[in-house]
């Protein structure tokens, strides 16, 4: 029997729920409606009193979460959407992120933000918010690509005594499975050869790591063998295994469903080419979503985004360089 990747996240929040009486879930709908995706479906029944419901203020949920965790507590908050975590923002960069810093009180919240884009959504439920979270000092920010990640990470973060921003992607909600819940995991901050090769490094986190390894599936019939690597969590970032990839290889190409901007891809491909220019035997390349807000049409929104088809291209392109 399969598990999806929303199903892991659910069983990670029961686990966690069930080992430790310090966590608690605050969300909007997450009690008897399930949440908006049912990540907390039946949670509120097995766990009474321990699964809550939130005004519509993400200010006042973030807030909370704060003053919880000061008081002992280990509270998971869900977001509905990544995008309505900026009404929040100043609980999470100028509070938690600043708490042990400040006051040597840990700030062990867990912040569920469920993130990228679908078919449709547009730009008030799409958005990618790693990067812009990832720039404050004192915030952990993981970006779970696979199933058991999903599972293993999300207990880790709760578990962790700082901040954790956990981007987890929707589209993966009911694309992505697995045949089990996974009894190991590797530590957060490292990141994951995915698919070994020799001619091109390609970066990816999230949901473009599956497109980066579907590129990779292709390029194979053109004699060219590509590394893909999994960020896994992108603060903090794993730029020694990024390194060492890129001395196997010579080449790297980064993509991210981000916009471009000052973003995951940009602070990957400029610690290479500041760390490891020697290792390079071309520029390095980044790709990323258009630079414009995420448009609701399905053909739209499919050009808008890095696709398989648009990661091979660049990486066709990097590799006559």
Not at 104 to 124: D, H, Q
Request: hydrophobic share 45%.
């Amino acid at each position: 029997m399969s598990i999806t990747y929303l199903e892991a996240i659910r069983a990670a929040q029961a686990r966690a729920l069930a080992d430790d009486p310090r966590v608690f879930i605050y969300g909007q709908d997450v009690g008897a409606f399930g949440g908006a995706f049912k990540a907390t479906k039946n949670l509120a029944i097995e766990f009474p009193g321990r699964v809550i419901d939130a005004p519509i203020s993400e200010d006042a949920m973030l807030g909370l979460a704060v003053g919880a965790a000061i008081e002992g507590m280990r509270p998971i908050i869900e977001i509905q959407f990544a995008d309505f975590s900026t009404t929040g923002f100043n609980q999470i960069v100028n509070q938690a992120a600043t708490l042990y810093w400040r006051t040597n009180v840990p700030c062990p919240i867990t912040v569920r933000l469920p993130s990228g884009g679908t078919s449709g959504s547009g730009p008030f439920h799409s958005q990618s918010m790693e990067a812009l979270y990832a720039h404050y000092p004192g915030l952990i920010v993981m970006t779970p690509a696979t199933v058991e990640d999903a599972y293993s990470m999300l207990l880790e973060a709760v578990a962790i005594d700082d901040p954790v921003i956990f981007c987890e992607h929707k589209y993966l909600y009911y694309h992505l499975k697995a045949e089990a819940l996974p009894t190991e995991a590797m530590p957060v901050g490292k990141a994951r050869i995915a698919r070994a090769g020799r001619d091109l490094t390609l970066v990816a986190y999230s949901a473009m790591l599956h497109e980066a390894l579907a590129v990779a599936e292709e390029l194979v019939s053109e004699g060219t063998e590509i590394e893909v690597v999994d960020l896994r969590c992108v603060k903090p970032l794993d730029t020694d295994t990024v390194m060492a990839s890129v001395a196997r290889t010579g080449r790297l190409l980064c993509v991210g469903e981000a916009w471009p901007w000052g973003g995951v891809t940009a602070e990957v491909v400029a610690r290479v080419a500041a760390e490891g220019f020697d290792l390079l035997d071309a520029p390095p390349q980044r790709l990323n979503a258009k630079d414009t807000p995420v448009p609701y049409h399905p053909a739209l929104w499919a050009a808008h985004r890095p696709t398989a088809r648009s990661i091979a291209a660049a990486a066709r392109r990097l590799l006559r360089l």
